[in-house]
Structure formats: structure tokens, C-alpha cells
């Protein structure tokens, strides 16, 4: 028996089909099947490389190009001191932004940390760290 056959039996002699349908463009419904499937959510694209390293001298590192709409993770670890921030471009790295939140500063630490800093939905933007340890080996590591 083919899955899309079901058998009737009596007394009724009929069985109710139920059919999920969209509008078509043109108002009109068309049926949901093969040639015309419902819409799905698009999955963001595959991540990028991170961007590793390790640092003793002052340096800015990147790009990074974030995937749209997922959280960026910066991971920063070693025994150090001094000055580690994100920055944004939109002109492949000739100007870099400090983030803010509401014209606060944002994503810039003086230890290590774990967390995410950001998501980008402007697909010409890149990240870049800056990083101006005044002593120790800054290890850091940007992904998603």
C-alpha cells in the first residue's frame, strides 16, 4: 500500500483529507507540496575562521567578518595587564570604531574574559581587536 492511499471503510465510504496551503503571490492559495514547499527560516551562514593569537606588544589583529545575526565570542586568557578592545569597520580596516551601546563604551577589558561581544547584520563590517598590553602575553581568540 502506497503512503499517500489510505483505505476506506464502510459504513461512510469517504474519509476527510486535511491540506496545508499559502498565498501564492497573486492571492490565491497554493497547496503546500514538492514544487511548492512551505517557507523556512534561512540558517545563517557557515561560521568564519577564528581569529587566534597571542600578543605581548600593542597591535591591532583582523579582520574578522562575522556571520550575520549570530553571537561573536571573544575569548581572551594569560597572565597580563593593560587594554584589550573590539572594534568595528565598514571600510575593510582604514577607520576602526570602538562598539558602543547607547554611546557607552563596549566590549573593552582589562582581564580576561569569556563572552560574547556582538552581532554584526552589516555584511561590509569586519571586527578588529586592538590590543595594548603594558605587560604579560595577551592570548585572545574571536569566533562564533
Not at 571586527?127 to 605587560?135: G, V
Request: net charge negative; proline share 10%.
Amino acid at each position: 500500500m502506497s503512503p499517500h492511499r489510505v483505505p476506506i471503510e464502510a459504513p461512510g465510504g469517504f474519509a476527510p483529507v486535511m491540506a496545508i496551503g499559502q498565498e501564492d503571490g497573486a492571492g490565491k492559495i497554493a497547496l503546500v507540496s514538492n514544487a511548492a514547499p512551505l517557507p523556512t527560516v534561512s540558517l545563517a551562514p557557515a561560521a568564519p575562521s577564528p581569529l587566534e593569537g597571542s600578543t605581548g606588544i600593542s597591535t591591532v589583529v583582523g579582520p574578522f567578518a562575522p556571520a550575520a545575526f549570530a553571537p561573536v565570542y571573544l575569548t581572551l586568557s594569560g597572565d597580563w595587564q593593560g587594554l584589550v578592545r573590539v572594534m568595528r569597520s565598514t571600510d575593510g580596516g582604514t577607520t576602526l570604531h570602538p562598539l558602543t551601546i547607547g554611546g557607552v563604551s563596549w566590549a573593552a577589558y582589562a582581564g580576561n574574559a569569556c563572552e560574547p561581544v556582538w552581532a554584526e547584520s552589516d555584511s561590509s563590517a569586519a571586527l578588529y581587536l586592538e590590543l595594548a598590553p603594558k605587560s604579560g602575553t595577551i592570548t585572545y581568540r574571536v569566533s562564533q
